[in-house]
């Protein structure tokens, strides 16, 4: 993981493998974990088909909750992130393509 300070990033973290830009100087050990997650999650599918199935995915999510931020809390990548990121072991324990219970 290659992280990098972004004071003005509108969000509290952001990846892309394999960079994890915070908006935070010292981001809470909790959002490093679901940062890093979202490491593990494209390391598996890859950059390009990660970032095609989260748009379509949000895309689809929209239309079913017609709220932006619903929407984005119900992304697959998502639900297994918010879901264990307070578990700073999960990656440990996490099985390949895990994200996939969550859809």
Known sequence: MISVHVPFLWVGGLTFFPWV?????NPPAWLINHERIHLRQQAEMGLLLFYVWY???????LIVYRHRYRAYRNICFER?????????????????????KYL
């Open 55 to 61: 748009l379509l995915e949000y895309l689809v999510r």
């Open 80 to 100: 297994e992130a918010y879901a264990n990121d307070q578990n700073l072991s999960y990656l440990t324990t996490r099985k390949p393509w895990a994200f996939w």
């Open 21 to 25: 830009f915070f908006k935070k100087q």
